[in-house]
């Protein structure tokens, strides 16, 4: 499915670079390496699911830090040759296609030339269910700084996006590593018909200890921090920080549920879900233009 789509992007992405009204010339080969992008992107997320079901967790470990290697070399080089823009996007898929390619190589997958049309069948509810979630998500959270552009301006979106991507640097990187590994253990929990509850306090437990030690103190002192690396410019990003902390915290211990909630066949609720936080996000963040206090919208939008 993501070679069908990366392939039907081909043509879009051309049309955008070359079309009657196209793109600035500086945002050109990022248009056009779009569905490079997307492939790379859909292997690497294909292959680190099959290798975690089968438990190899290693291979999956040395994949991820070998892409990521090779995402900032590219990245770091390209910058250094005035291409950051484009160098961002080129090292990202540089870096999914290298640990794509490792991964199909450890997995060991026997190639077949008719695909099981059963099996799309059976389990095609799952992307069906998960993929509004996953662009609400992204809408309102992964990718919120346009919104926050039109309700307020540039410039405190700018202080928004430098504080969100601090954030979620430990979010990111612990959430994966727990969710790859407890996914697959819920997974044969549910097919062994085993009661998973306790094992999923004990997860919150562990969890709640680690997001503890690492939001409290990011709560209490955000500001400071961003004042005393950054200067005064960035105090505003150290307020947004200490109010986002939190709210990031409470969604770190939970988010083994979402998974477990896939592993159920509990989708539809999934979907509903996200479309009622959606529904919150949003609204919360127009708060403050409606009292004409950007800092009360965060904290809506945070609670």
């Not at 990022?30 to 294909?46: E, K, Q, R, T």
């Not at 700018?158 to 640097?169: C, I, K, R, V």
């Not at 233009?289 to 609670?303: N, P, T």
């Amino acid at each position: 499915l993501g070679t069908v789509l990366a392939l039907a992007l081909v043509p879009v992405a051309v049309v955008l670079a070359y079309g009657p009204r196209p793109v600035p010339p500086e945002y050109r080969l990022s248009v056009l390496i779009a569905p490079f992008l997307l492939w790379a992107s859909a292997g690497f997320n294909v292959l680190r699911s099959h290798l975690s079901r089968r438990q190899q967790f290693r291979e999956v470990s040395n994949s991820n830090v070998t892409g990521t290697v090779a995402t900032v070399g590219v990245q770091l080089a390209l910058g250094a040759a005035r291409q950051t823009g484009t160098g961002l996007g080129i090292g990202y898929g540089v870096g999914r296609l290298l640990s794509t390619g490792i991964m199909l190589r450890a997995c060991g997958l026997a190639w077949r030339r008719r695909p099981r049309w059963g099996l799309v069948r059976r389990w095609a509810q799952f992307p069906r269910w998960i993929l509004v979630p996953a662009v609400l998500n992204a809408v309102t959270v992964g990718a919120v700084t346009p919104l926050i552009t039109v309700f307020y301006d540039q410039g405190f979106a700018g202080q928004f996006g430098f504080s969100q991507m601090l954030l979620a640097a430990p979010v990111a990187l612990l959430g994966q590593a727990v969710a790859s590994v407890f996914y697959v253990r819920f997974a044969a929990m549910h097919r062994q018909e085993q009661d998973a509850s306790r094992h999923m306090v004990r997860l919150a437990g562990v969890l709640l200890s680690i997001a503890l030690a690492i939001f409290v103190p990011i709560t209490l002192l955000g500001r400071e921090v961003f004042v005393l690396i950054w200067a005064q410019k960035w105090e505003t990003a150290g307020l947004i920080t200490g109010i986002l902390a939190p709210y990031l915290m409470i969604q770190f211990v939970s988010s083994p549920l979402s998974g477990y909630a896939t592993v159920k066949n509990e989708v539809r609720r999934l979907f509903l879900l996200a479309w009622i936080e959606a529904g919150l996000r949003i609204p919360a963040l127009g708060l403050g233009v409606l009292v004409g206090d950007r800092m009360w919208g965060i904290q809506a939008y945070s609670l």
